[in-house]
């Protein structure tokens, strides 16, 4: 729409080359009429202001009261244009008629009709018939998305930036093409309070009503505003066919609310709430559903989750809360398959404070309560994790402590479950390291001493086992290495290439830990940044005997200007100089071997608009591969995007991954979809498969995904919509699914967004 029209009248200036004017004119002591030229107004106001110009074939008036001017008539004011066969100026109250091809501009902003009437200092007037085209408006640094057209029987203007449509239509499309138009009985747009209130509107696509809506309140700049947002309709198999209307009220510029209702054929009505928040010192959200009673099941069925982070100072944590009715909710009532396959639900609250200490110290002190709803999948049991009730930590640091750096961490954590073990166990560990490093070479010492003390239940503990068992244990460790560089070209291109070889020793005596429960350890995962840690387990009821020594080298090439990472390649093995001693327990087989997996991988843009990854845990004692995962992407355009991958671990996982998001031709459609198979297991894991269609003002998508929701299970979803660009979406949304199913996908209607990790290095 026209921006705010009210600067006042400072002059009348002749556009079209003129002799003199006559003097009776010039004075305004009458009327007078000059073919092909203009009178001139009395100057008013400051020299600051605006003048006022028109020109047309005739003019004539009286130069400070009122002029008329015909064929080809025109007034300009700054950024304000108004043309017409005729114009009628009436300079006491700054206001114009026009009619006759009328056309009035400002910034962009297009309307035209057969008459208007409008008053510049108040921006008030009347236009009759108007066809109108609109801009994009910028705000200080927002920029409004508003950008289309139509017409309308009527626009009044209502005052500086508000207007109100009657009988209108509005499109995005551009002239010509219209694919999808709105028609709305009563339309205001108020560009003050950037909002815009509708009644009677009926979307057509293709000339066919698809969507109704009696009144509905919107937000011209992309900011929360309290109403109805598009409903969604889809299919499920565990829900059938379903639509959910959502009302979100925008309670306060830090605080909103979404409540919904979804209808599934199979299951019943659900209702659901988000409620948002964010405060100066915290934030978050809180999430229920509630089925009252699922048709198929014939039980109440519900979901709660409340999400909270503060700072308060020194002081920070979280609280973090969820609950579901029943083992199986996620299974039958969600359409995410990171929901469907959550176990443990965690319920927990944690606080922490932080401070200085002793100079150039720092320490951390925290506390957590945690406990978990797990949810079992009858064909898969799994044990519950124990409680944390609670747990409390305290950790400090000081460097250059005479020269060494200090550290300090420690632990009480009371274990809780219903079926184990139950115990306390206090944990302190301070330790000492003498950083010494240089531009090419770093090497640092450390020794620690790591102290546990256990208090266990008497009742389930084996027969003559300790209900207090300590264990004591020195850490010493040598870590160094060194960092060369040399430039070269590649491919034309000149980089910076490093090498980085690196040594680490540990040694850990041994000492029996066979005695001691297994409340939260686990063996860690063997990757390349475990195998410069200390302990081969995570959790803190085992600490690893070592005698052992990993050597590595990294080598990367790096843009000489910039400094960014264009490729990485690294290789490493642990050597062992003794038998493995301590196990996770009594199943488990102690190590013998002296070398350890090889560890090697390869990542970065590996050639033009390609970007690929390559790992491989090799066991030389198989002489094949424990771990391997390859995976590429080619993105040579916007909007295209193919991703593959394989996954392969040894005797769990045997799985092959690909996406995509695929131009079909010169048509303006595309192909999406991902495929991702167990070859070990003999089924899909995840499918997605659909088409997008880019109409220029609209999307079309039509998606279809199935996933497993069990061992046994597997649950699909249709989803269908048409998004109308600028204006709403019909159907149910698959972009969720899109994104995080095709690594790399891009909406048609939105600029693709620039990611500096996929420089092209060799283009």
Request: hydrophobic letters at 35%; a neutral charge.
């Amino acid at each position: 729409m026209l921006r705010g029209l009210r600067a006042p009248v400072l002059a009348m200036v002749l556009l079209a080359p003129v002799a003199a004017v006559a003097d009776d004119a010039g004075a305004g002591s009458g009327p007078a009429a000059v073919p092909g030229q203009g009178l001139k107004l009395p100057q008013r106001g400051g020299d600051s202001e605006q003048p006022t110009r028109i020109t047309a074939d005739k003019v004539e008036g009286v130069a400070d009261r009122d002029v008329t001017a015909t064929g080809q008539a025109e007034l300009k004011r700054g950024d304000l244009n108004i043309s017409g066969e005729r114009l009628h100026y009436r300079a006491d109250t700054d206001e114009v008629d026009a009619t006759g091809n009328v056309r009035i501009e400002r910034l962009g902003d297009v309307i035209q009709g057969p008459s208007l009437r409008y008053r510049i200092p108040d921006s008030t007037g009347v236009f009759e018939k108007p066809d109108y085209s609109l801009a994009p408006r910028n705000r200080g640094q927002a920029t409004t998305p508003v950008a289309g057209r139509g017409s309308a029987t009527e626009l009044d203007f209502e005052g500086e930036d508000k207007f109100h449509f009657k009988d209108a239509t509005f499109t995005t499309c551009k002239p010509g093409s219209d694919d999808w138009f709105a028609k709305v009985g009563d339309l205001r747009l108020d560009f003050n309070r950037e909002v815009g209130t509708a009644t009677n509107s009926t979307i057509y696509f293709y000339n066919a009503p698809i969507l109704y809506l009696p009144w509905m309140t919107f937000s011209l700049n992309n900011e929360r505003k309290t109403g109805f947002l598009p409903p969604s309709i889809g299919s499920t198999g565990q829900g059938g066919p379903e639509i959910t209307v959502p009302y979100y009220f925008n309670l306060a510029p830090n605080r909103d609310l979404t409540l919904a209702s979804r209808y599934m054929q199979k299951r019943g009505l659900q209702w659901s709430g988000q409620f948002r928040f964010l405060e100066r010192n915290t934030n978050g959200e809180v999430h229920f559903e509630d089925l009252p009673r699922d048709h198929v099941t014939g039980q109440k069925r519900s979901a709660f989750t409340l999400n909270d982070v503060f700072t308060a100072g020194r002081f920070s944590g979280y609280v973090n809360v969820n609950k579901v009715s029943d083992d199986a909710y996620f299974r039958d009532l969600s359409t995410r398959i990171n929901l469907t396959s959550q176990t443990n639900l965690v319920r927990e609250g944690f606080v922490s404070y932080a401070n200085n200490w002793w100079d150039t110290g720092t320490y951390t002190a925290s506390a957590r309560m945690q406990r978990f709803q797990t949810l079992q999948d009858p064909s898969n049991p799994v044990v519950p994790p124990y409680a944390r009730l609670p747990q409390i930590t305290l950790s400090a640091a000081r460097q250059d402590f005479r020269g060494l750096d200090f550290a300090f961490s420690s632990e009480y954590v009371d274990f809780e479950h219903p079926t184990l073990v139950n115990g306390r166990r206090l944990t302190a560990y301070p330790s000492l390291s003498l950083p010494v490093v240089t531009a090419g070479a770093f090497f640092t010492p450390k020794v620690g001493w790591h102290a546990t003390r256990y208090q266990l239940d008497r009742s389930l503990l084996a027969p003559g086992a300790p209900t207090q068992p300590v264990r004591m244990l020195p850490i010493m460790s040598l870590d160094g290495g060194l960092i060369f560089e040399r430039p070269v070209r590649i491919f034309g291109q000149s980089f910076t290439q490093t090498l980085e070889p690196r040594a680490y020793y540990l040694k850990v005596p041994f000492k029996d830990q066979s005695q001691i429960p297994l409340f939260d350890t686990a063996v860690a995962d063997f990757n390349y940044a475990q195998i410069f840690s200390e302990n081969t387990f995570v959790g803190g009821d085992r600490i690893a005997d070592a005698n052992q020594l990993t050597l590595a080298a990294t080598t990367r090439l790096l843009s000489p200007s910039n400094g960014q990472e264009a490729i990485r390649a690294l290789i490493g093995q642990r050597y062992y100089f003794s038998d493995q001693k301590v196990v996770l327990d009594s199943s488990a087989t102690p190590r013998t071997y002296k070398n350890s997996d090889w560890l090697a991988s390869i990542s970065g843009r590996i050639a033009p608009k390609w970007t690929g990854e390559t790992a491989i845990d090799y066991d030389p004692r198989q002489q094949s591969a424990s771990r391997l995962t390859v995976s590429a992407r080619y993105q040579p355009e916007a909007f295209s995007t193919l991703n593959m991958s394989y996954r392969y671990l040894r005797d769990q996982v045997h799985q092959v991954d690909v996406s995509s998001q695929w131009p079909l031709g010169k048509s303006g459609w595309y192909g999406v979809g991902r495929y991702n198979y167990s070859v070990r297991d003999r089924r899909m894991i995840e499918g997605l498969g659909g088409f997008e269609y880019n109409g220029d003002c609209w999307v079309l998508r039509f998606v279809v995904q199935r996933f497993a929701v069990a061992t046994q299970q597997a649950t699909n979803s249709i989803f269908v919509q048409l998004e109308l660009n600028g204006f709403s979406r019909v159907g149910s949304n698959p972009l969720e699914s899109l994104k995080r199913n095709i690594p790399g996908y891009s909406r048609l209607n939105q600029s693709p967004t620039s990611d500096s990790s996929t420089t092209d290095f060799f283009n």
